[in-house]
């Protein structure tokens, strides 16, 4: 379903909107419309439901405490069995309890990286700068 909005666009921006849509060779109203679409994060249908509702919760969330879940990670224990992990799997030698280790400690990260994202979108949406990359 599609429906219908009218926004006032400043002049500066509705030029470089249209100077982007002939590049494009795109209609204004398909160019603004697939720009639109890539600064808004869906939520993915195929994430599990506990999932999808740790992003939406994120929303909700205080500035301070989405700055703090972008810089969540494994705490170093976890993050050097990981590492030690992926490395070991790369030689073809997990047993397989080590691979059950590998996949929850990997799905582990990956909730991390996808909660860290979604928070970096959702200050982005309020209007602040991302912050510098954390030093290794």
């Given at each position: ?10 002049d500066?921006?509705?030029?470089c909107?249209?100077r982007?849509?002939k ?5 204004l109203?398909?160019f603004?419309l697939?720009?639109l679409?890539?600064?808004?994060a869906p939520?993915?249908?195929?994430l ?8 939406q919760?994120?929303?909700?969330l205080d ?15 976890r993050?050097r ?7 070991k799997q790369?030689?073809g030698?997990l047993?397989p309890?080590e691979?059950?280790?590998?996949q ?6 990956r909730?991390l990286?996808l909660?860290?994202?979604?928070a970096a979108m959702?200050?982005k949406?309020?209007g602040h700068g ?6 290794p």
């Open positions: 379903m599609a429906r219908s909005v009218t926004l006032q666009v400043p500066e921006l509705l030029q909107s249209q982007g849509a590049a494009a060779r795109k209609l109203e398909a603004l697939e720009r679409s890539e600064a808004v939520l993915a249908d195929d599990p439901p506990t999932v999808q509702a740790a992003l919760t994120i929303e909700q500035d301070g405490t989405l700055e703090q879940i972008m810089r969540e990670q494994l705490p170093p224990a993050q069995v990981y590492s030690r992990l992926l490395a790369r030689q030698a047993t309890r691979q059950a280790t590998l929850t400690l990997g799905d582990e990260a909730l990286a909660k860290a994202a979604h959702v200050l949406w309020r991302l912050p510098a990359p954390a030093a």
